[in-house]
């Protein structure tokens, strides 16, 4: 079956405009995962789904980053008045149930420049 | 801030020879994950350990969890060129988050 798909593969953006990056979970999983991985490092937790609803955005930096999953399946990672410190890769995964130890099935990521 | 360490940061050897990865932090983890990642490609998910002391193989890859559940080592034998890649470690917390922490990762390069 279908794995974790991103979108788009690379954004290049401006200084101060709006982004948006897409996951589509592997169908059924019910927990969904952001993270964020800088050059040359591992990926730090942004928010944490279980279902529609945000259950731990704890790692979200600022109020400029935002995340939806309006129906369980699709998230949307928003980010506001972006700034060069953004440029990133943004890592999506999902996994079945979301309880430890499950297992998380990454996705390819979106690489995201801001000029 | 990351909570799990890794080192060696960079490890380049020649095929066939064999090496240890580690990963160690300060923190007790119900579980530990250990991922490979490819360059534009997500993590890959290689073996979940969640019990202290507890050693996993697959192939020619051994994976250990520290006894206080604090640290990791990977022990990879006779390295291939196709072992060539990111690899990191990540642990789940006692306190039931479901996020995982992510280590810094070792970058290893494998010469034919």
């Known amino acids: 079956g279908a794995g974790v798909s991103q979108t788009p593969s690379n954004k290049v953006t401006e200084k101060g405009k709006y982004v948006e990056l897409r996951c589509d979970p592997i169908?059924?999983?019910?927990?969904l995962y952001w993270y964020r991985q800088s050059l040359g490092q591992g990926p730090e937790f942004l928010i944490y789904f279980q279902g529609t609803g945000a259950a731990d955005d704890s790692g979200l930096p600022n109020d400029r980053f935002f995340a939806v999953r309006p129906e369980g399946s699709v998230s949307t990672l928003k980010i506001q008045r972006t700034e060069r410190g953004d440029s990133a890769m943004y890592l999506c995964?999902?996994?079945?149930?979301?309880?430890?130890?499950?297992?998380?099935?990454f996705g390819p990521g979106t690489r995201l420049t801001v000029l | 801030t990351q909570l799990l360490e890794q080192s060696p940061q960079f490890l380049s050897i020649q095929e066939g020879e064999n090496l240890t990865v580690y990963c160690n932090s300060s923190s007790v983890f119900s579980s530990l994950q250990w991922y490979r990642q490819e360059p534009g490609e997500g993590p890959v998910l290689l073996v979940t350990?969640?019990?202290?002391?507890e050693v996993k193989k697959l192939k020619r890859l051994t994976f250990q969890f520290g006894d206080a559940r604090k640290d990791s080592s990977l022990h990879i034998t006779a390295a291939q060129p196709g072992d060539t890649g990111l690899y990191l470690c990540?642990?789940?917390?006692?306190?039931?988050?479901?996020?995982?922490?992510f280590g810094t990762g070792t970058r290893l390069t494998v010469i034919p």
């Open positions: 169908s059924g999983h019910t927990a």
């Open positions: 990540a642990g789940g917390r006692q306190t039931g988050a479901n996020n995982l922490f």
């Open positions: 995964a999902s996994s079945l149930a979301g309880g430890p130890p499950d297992t998380q099935y």
């Open positions: 350990v969640v019990t202290g002391g």
